[in-house]
């Protein structure tokens, strides 16, 4: 009896590093700080602020990372 052809195995995102990533229009991969929600009221104004900025990753090892866990955030 021959075999049934095998059907090809989609690329699945892994949808926490999707949620804590952005890639920019010129591929960038940039993330948030951390610290941004847990004890507020004890930080200061200026710290707070800077929680709100989102930081470039640089490290290759975690754009490879990034890049195996989510592929569809290049593919937008």
Known sequence: MPRKPRKKLKMKTHKGTAKRFRVTGSGKLMRMKNSR????????????RMFTRM???KTKGYIRRVRRLAPGLWDE
Not at 37 to 42: D, F, G, I, K, V
């Open 37 to 48: 929600s847990h004890l507020r009221r004890n930080k200061s104004k200026r710290s707070k």
């Open 55 to 57: 930081i470039e990753v």
